[in-house]
């Protein structure tokens, strides 16, 4: 009997053992200070009014990193290939040259309008992948398509917008496909939205029919005037409420179903109401915020606020370091965003200098192609994105994930204001821009000074410096070369490699102590 007596109170205390050793490891997990206490925190929620959205952060830390974006206008809009993608607007001109190659080419306007091209939107040869990889290898961290633009024509499956790719045209949910290729690649995803700009507000006044705030010019002999309930909707000649809800659900559309990082907004957005945008705004961030996704949006000239989204420059950008984070969306072409024929193109090497001088003042690029309307992305556009990929798979440690330096640049190109649609500047081998990572700094020159050449930085003088920085070494991202080197008052002196490390810019790695 004392043996199983034994054997009961040895049972009970392993027991009691086992009971103590849990408790324990509760209570020190409960305990721990490097338990997250915030697992079942409730997730910020924004009202739609400015001030509590101003708590967002408008550029979160991924779009500070990216810098580099690619984009595509695409759509009915690529159908016609004639003039510029203005063409919509100005084949209802009367007397205008896209009129009369309309009228030459279609026949009367009161016979073949805006909506008559939807059919021959085929993207018979569109490839969601296919982009998906190029743009990866263009080096580029965000990506994606126009959406919607002033025309009015949805590149979705909408179940507001009668006028969308699943229903009409290609039959093809083009966002949906994109969506998945590029986030697949580990790529953020952008939709832009142009369609403010839709809205027609000068019906009954003859004398505004053709201010630029309407895409669509009313005119009683086009079908920009129709009063088909199906295509009114897609010339804007419907009731403002009846527009701005459209507007508003179109977008919420895109959010739910696509999961953009990145909404761009073109110009003549203050055509929509405050309330409509702010609604947006919220239910924009809340439902990315509950998908553990910081998102960002655009505007253009003071249409939305700075503390809520980042402003973007058309074909511009800024002329110095500024403290708010910025954007600049330019297009490989000259001229049209959407393919026309005989499109002419920016070099690789012009867009490089561009996002060099952008990323040294705090902003980021986002660069247009232009595909045809059968989906395919001409061979000299590829061309022009597969070279600058090229290039940042080199220098793209003085591009990615960098910050700007206390002076932006120098040389003799200047840059007089900071603005949008600037004049073209064509820098020099003497045009230098600086941005900085960890302990090292980048001088990204513009051009090829020759080999085995001295050069002076003179952003680096007692000048131009509070406290000239302990220089440890410099090299040349791409090539194996030592740089001897001398800090002087005057600047920074140092000597080109004897071999030209690329016909393009190139770059400076100066470490710092």
Request: hydrophobic share 35%.
């Amino acid at each position: 009997m004392n043996s199983i007596y034994k054997t009961q109170e040895n049972n009970f205390k392993a027991l009691s053992s086992k009971i103590c050793f849990l408790i324990l490891i509760s209570l020190f997990l409960n305990c721990n200070p490097n338990k997250k206490h915030n697992e079942h925190k409730p997730l910020p929620h924004y009202t739609a009014n400015w001030d509590s959205l101003a708590a967002y952060n408008e550029a979160p830390e991924w779009f500070r990193e990216a810098k580099f974006g690619i984009y595509a206008h695409w759509g009915v809009l690529s159908v016609p290939e004639y003039a510029n993608d203005w063409y919509p607007r100005l084949m209802h001109i009367e007397g205008s040259n896209e009129n009369k190659h309309h009228i030459a080419t279609y026949g009367s306007l009161s016979e073949f309008g805006y909506h008559n091209f939807v059919p021959k939107f085929k993207a018979e040869k569109f490839d969601a992948q296919n982009w998906a990889d190029l743009f990866e290898k263009s080096g580029a961290k965000f990506a994606g398509i126009v959406a919607e633009h002033h025309d009015g024509w949805s590149n979705w499956d909408s179940e507001i917008n009668p006028w969308n790719s699943i229903d009409k045209g290609p039959h093809k949910d083009i966002v949906g496909e994109l969506e998945k290729a590029i986030h697949r690649k580990g790529m953020k995803f952008v939709t832009s939205f142009h369609k403010a700009r839709n809205l027609q507000i000068f019906q009954k006044d003859s004398t505004k029919w053709l201010d630029d705030t309407s895409y669509f010019p009313y005119n009683p002999k086009m079908a920009t005037s129709s009063k088909d309930s199906i295509i009114s909707i897609m010339y804007g000649n419907i009731p403002k409420e009846q527009f701005y809800k459209n507007w508003l659900g179109e977008l919420k559309e895109v959010i739910d179903n696509y999961h953009p990082d990145l909404i761009y907004f073109d110009g003549k957005l203050d055509k929509i109401p405050d309330e409509y945008k702010k609604e947006f705004a919220a239910y924009f961030i809340n439902q990315s915020l509950a998908r553990n996704q910081e998102v960002v949006i655009t505007h253009k000239e003071g249409e939305l606020p700075k503390s809520v989204s980042l402003e973007d420059f058309e074909k511009g950008r800024m002329n110095k370091i500024t403290k708010d984070y910025w954007l600049t969306d330019e297009t490989v072409s000259l001229g049209s965003w959407s393919y026309v024929q005989g499109l002419q193109y920016k070099t690789a090497d012009e867009i490089i200098d561009l996002l060099a001088d952008i990323v040294s003042k705090n902003g980021a690029m986002m660069l247009n192609v232009s595909p045809r309307a059968n989906g395919e992305i001409p061979q000299a556009q590829k061309d022009i994105l597969l070279t600058i990929g090229n290039w940042l798979k080199i220098n793209g440690e003085a591009i990615y994930g960098s910050s700007t330096w206390d002076i932006f640049g120098e040389g003799p190109t200047k840059q007089d204001k900071s603005g949008m649609f600037l004049d073209k500047l064509s820098y020099t081998a003497q045009d230098i821009r600086y941005t900085q990572k960890e302990n090292n700094i980048y001088a990204i020159v513009l051009g090829w000074p020759g080999e085995n050449k001295q050069i002076v930085l003179t952003a680096f003088s007692k000048k131009s410096l509070v406290s000239q920085p302990k220089i440890k070494s410099i090299s040349v991202l791409g090539s194996n070369e030592n740089i001897l080197f001398k800090l002087k008052d005057e600047g920074l002196y140092l000597t080109t490699p004897t071999s030209k490390p690329d016909d393009k810019a190139f770059v400076f790695k100066i470490k710092t102590l």
